[in-house]
């Protein structure tokens, strides 16, 4: 699959060497294309920089991710992304540092996202899952992680399931993207547990347990 | 163990009867004993009811599992908590049902209830789990659900943690108290996947996936 990534921050980077190694061609778009290129050399990734309209042009999946603060310059940048699927990796950040406490958001950032990325079909994932544990492997002896995915387009959502799912994860469908909501506060639990309890990003990840539906 | 439990809504009576089942001791504090006498009787429980400052003065370690709305009076009709291991199984529910998103708040609830309990030795627990997939068994395949606690009271944590474990649970440690903030959030996405995406709560479970620290 063609992946354009609009943004080469560490995550951004981790999610494009990720899809690269899986063997999907990748554009990382980046404000600095031409040290991505130096990074990609140096990695000996098979994958090219440029810049975000570039990766969104380039992209039948673009994968938005960027820090919150500057998403909305970043959407701009990426001129008309009507027509692509939009995956939103992103967190709102909140005050202190706790994603939404105390920092008095009424809806999700997915949804403003939305609202921004006009006429694109915005899929949330990966967005409290660490590129450092992608990279580390999806394995946790015999289980995997869980990816949680909402949006409002079911074509969309089939392919970021596809995705998701040959990427040796195990997808979780959350329904309408209104319920990004719910899973954006995710990222601040594994934000914690990784920088402030301990653990290292690339040794946790979230799982659903499931059992037989009656 | 002696535990009190304050309210008898649905988490409040699967509590009590999952842990009476594990052979505590159990005094389920209610606004409506006799009713409650009335179910324990009819589960064939060993357990009894009372008032929430009875459960209070009975527990080793109280229960707190109230809605919201009602938690202020109940800590009020509760007695002096001073001392006491206070376990707040409770979320703060957000406007539109979405926990943490456009309800304003600045702190978690389990922050105000410390400030309400006035002495007590709070301890997040339980906030993310349907009482439901307690009484269903904690084996989903080779895996336990993770219980993330969290409070600043280390001994407190000790035996919460304790509690955690010999329930069949898998107890994880989120620090100090203020990261309930964290906490909270999981109980808004649990509810959706349980209620509204088809899984019923009894089924579901978060676990967090861990793998050897470097």
């Known amino acids: 699959m ?4 609009i943004g080469s921050g560490s995550m951004g980077q981790a999610l494009g060497k990720f899809f690269a190694l899986a063997g999907h061609d990748i554009l990382l778009g980046s404000r600095t294309p031409q040290r991505v290129n130096e990074w990609i050399a140096t990695e000996g990734l098979t994958a090219r920089s440029g810049s975000y309209a570039e990766a969104t042009q380039f992209g039948d999946l673009v994968l938005l991710v960027t820090r919150w ?3 909305p310059a970043a959407i701009q940048a990426a001129g008309s ?3 692509k699927i939009l995956v939103d990796c992103s967190n709102p950040s909140g005050a202190d540092g706790f994603y939404h406490v105390g920092d008095g958001r009424m809806i999700s950032g ?6 921004w990325a006009s006429g694109a079909k915005v899929v949330l994932a990966f967005n409290s899952i660490y590129g450092s ?6 394995q946790f002896g015999d ?7 909402c949006g409002d ?6 392919v970021v399931a596809q995705l998701l799912q040959a990427a040796g994860l195990d997808p979780v469908d959350a329904g309408a993207l209104k319920n990004a909501r719910y899973l954006e506060p995710l990222a601040g ?22 059992r037989r539906r009656d």
């Open 189 to 210: 639990l594994m934000a914690h547990l990784g920088e402030n309890m301990g653990w290292g990003g690339e040794n946790i990840a979230y799982k659903l347990l499931r």
């Open 69 to 71: 603060a500057e998403t």
């Open 81 to 83: 992304l009507a027509g």
């Open 153 to 158: 387009d079911e074509n969309a959502k089939a």
């Open 2 to 5: 063609k992946i354009g990534i």
């Open 110 to 115: 997915a949804e403003e996202i939305a609202q």
């Open 143 to 149: 289980d995997n992680p869980s990816a949680f995915y």
């Open 133 to 138: 544990m992608l990279l580390a492997g999806t």
